[in-house]
């Protein structure tokens, strides 16, 4: 059966949404200088998800919160579609992450005033959407994620993985082309935390180019692409293969 | 033994002939493991010679086909009922590659770590991906649903087998850090010369050999 993301391997591969250009972050200075990353280089494509796995303290959040332009990389540069957002004006930069760049934490950060619907349209409305735009939009991103029953509950009225879709419906509303997810399936167990990775899955398959910081390897395997890191530097990463490779028979047939 | 009684199990659902037999027991499995013809008659002829099927005519074709007696299917009953044996575990080549890694000279275990950890994870990426397609299958409802889902169950365990793989993999590197750690924090009276790579015949090598023998005793 064809895959809906296979495809993007063997086309010329389209410009990336997110590229990274020997990114480095230093944290403090002499005797107590920390280097968490060092000389990174990565491009995502659209269509692809590419998992960051290694242990604590090799880089893997400080990479994404630099391709979120949540931090400054202390060398190198951060491109999103095309622009750079270290030397971005901080009015564009806050453009940008309202518009292109879809966060999911672990720790879901919705706003807990707010129902469902209201946390999935505000960076609509933050982005100067009407209300009423902004929630027919949120309506339809809370479709998607298949939780339309819950558009009008508060945070404290869901389940953990409940809350955590949500968050993904408000990462993903108004088409956002970069998905950023920090261990998105951390405090779920792993039947929900693998309709998650779907989600993810299913957005970038449908175009979007995703990071996704996980040190899972059943949910990293959802990857097109998996990168090791260790202490601030590519160690290694898998590349894309096909199944056939692995198992004959069946897997080719269908 | 699993090909025999798997081969009972599709014979329990109505007589079969060889290549039948290997047909539906790969796509049972995705294929797997892959069986042959051969392999399907061996273990046909020892069903027999056992009593546990039996043949029983031939088809329009002239296939000769077998049925399961009375005996076969107490037998499949018990397998099913009794749990899997693991009186001695399997063979496993990366535990016996890292068991004889560990000191060897010229040899960089994290390196052999991290490259078996990218086959480990890739064979992982794979593997989710033909699952995703058997999802795929399943929900759309095809007439082989049976068959996927048997295969979406083989395709799991596969996922879960090198999952576990992966994180013995990560586990095994945190603990040779920290082992190590140990090992330098454990030495500070060592001179420098005592440091592994030094000349052998050098005179400081070997007070610092013996508190490292001690100390391994006491733990």
Redesign the interface.
Known sequence: ?H?PHQAQVFDPPAAPVLELQQLSRVHGSGATEVHALRGIDLAVHPGELVAV?G?SGSGKSTLLTLAGGLDTPTGGRVLVEGTDITTASRKQLAALRRRSIGYVFQDYNLIPALTAAENVALPLELDGTSARKARVQALAALEEMNLPQLADRFPDEMSGGQQQRVAIARALVGNRRLVLADEPTGALDSETGESVLGLL?ARCDAGAAGILVT?E??F?????R?V?LRDGRV???????E?D???????GG? | MSIRHGLLALLERGPRYGSQLRTEFESRTGSTWPLNVGQVYTTLARLERDGLVSPDGTDEAGHTLYAITEDGRTELRAWYERPVERTNPPRDELAIKLAMAIGAPGVDIRAVIQAQRAATIRAMQDYTRLKAQALTAIESGQARERDDVAWLLVLEQLIFQTEAEARWLDHSESRLVRLSVLAERGAPTAPPQAAPTAAPTTAPARPAAAPRAARSRRG
């Open positions: 059966m895959h796995m242990p899955r040190h390897p059943r990293a395997a959802w990857a097109d998996v090791f160690v290694d990463e898998t590349l894309r293969t199944p490779s692995l198992l004959s028979g069946r897997a269908r």
